[in-house]
């Protein structure tokens, strides 16, 4: 069964920094393409970024720039750096992966297919 566990996230005031981690049980974590989605209080889920299997990246145009997205196969792990925070970046940030490994094709901030796993999320607020 494969597990993903978020950490990192806090609160901090707007212009400062956070980072995001996700540990991944499961020994194929190097195959997989892995996300960040946020959800924002009364707001839809969205993407943030994602990652494929040979490290390409695709961001929303709200994080470009801000954000980054990297992975540590050997550690099973993925990470979000975020710079620059905003008060509107304020929201559960979830990790996700989909066991087939590649991002969604336009820039979209996904994989292609769909995520097979999801964490419980970290908790992120900017103060302005």
């Known amino acids: 069964q494969v597990q993903l566990v978020e950490s990192g996230g806090g609160s901090v005031q707007a212009g400062g920094s956070l980072r995001l981690s996700c540990a991944a049980s499961?020994?194929?974590?190097?195959?997989?393409?892995m996300g960040w989605f946020r959800q924002a209080a009364g707001k839809e889920r969205e993407g943030v970024a994602a990652i494929d299997s040979v490290g390409s990246t695709n961001y929303a145009d709200s994080v470009k720039g801000r954000f980054t997205i990297s992975r540590d196969n050997a550690k099973n792990t993925l990470y979000l750096q975020m710079n620059s925070l905003k008060p509107e970046d304020t929201a559960m940030y979830y990790c996700?992966?989909?066991?087939?490994?590649?991002?969604?094709?336009?820039?979209?901030?996904?994989?292609?297919?769909?995520?097979?796993?999801w964490g419980k999320g970290t908790l992120v607020t900017i103060s302005s």
């Open positions: 996700a992966a989909a066991i087939l490994g590649v991002v969604a094709g336009g820039g979209v901030p996904n994989c292609y297919y769909d995520m097979d796993y």
């Open positions: 499961g020994s194929t974590f190097s195959n997989w393409c």
